[in-house]
Nanobody, 124 residues
């Protein structure tokens, strides 16, 4: 059974940085496109970023472009989200997701597996 475990969330002041990690419990991590989504209270889950199977392609939501960087280490079965210049509006639960043999994408329905989420809170 494939499991995703996120870590790295926390409380940070505006302008600060956090790095989220997500480890996938599968021997074939390189076969999964990976994505990050977030959900703020009272709002729908929204796309943040995605990375292709071999990290050749990345894509970001306009709201995080230039501030967030997605990367992956296939040897460690882990995808990362480096978040810089954080803003209070980045406050949300962040979820990683896996798309087997897929190309990733911006919609939640493309991903078969999801982590439990990690809270990111950005204060003024």
């Amino acid at each position: 059974q494939v499991q995703l475990v996120e870590s790295g969330g926390g409380l940070v002041r505006a302008g600060g940085s956090l790095r989220l990690s997500c480890e996938l419990s599968a021997r074939t991590f390189s076969r999964y496109a990976m994505g990050w989504f977030r959900q703020a209270p009272g709002k729908e889950r929204e796309f943040v970023s995605t990375i292709s199977l071999k990290a050749g392609n990345t894509y970001y939501a306009d709201s995080v472009k230039g501030r967030f960087t997605i990367s992956r280490d296939n040897a460690k079965n882990t995808v990362y989200l480096q978040m810089n210049s954080l803003k209070p509006e980045d406050t949300a639960v962040y979820y990683c997701a896996a798309d087997l043999y897929g190309t990733g994408g911006t919609t939640t329905s493309l991903y078969e597996y999801w982590g439990q989420g990690t809270q990111v809170t950005v204060s003024l």
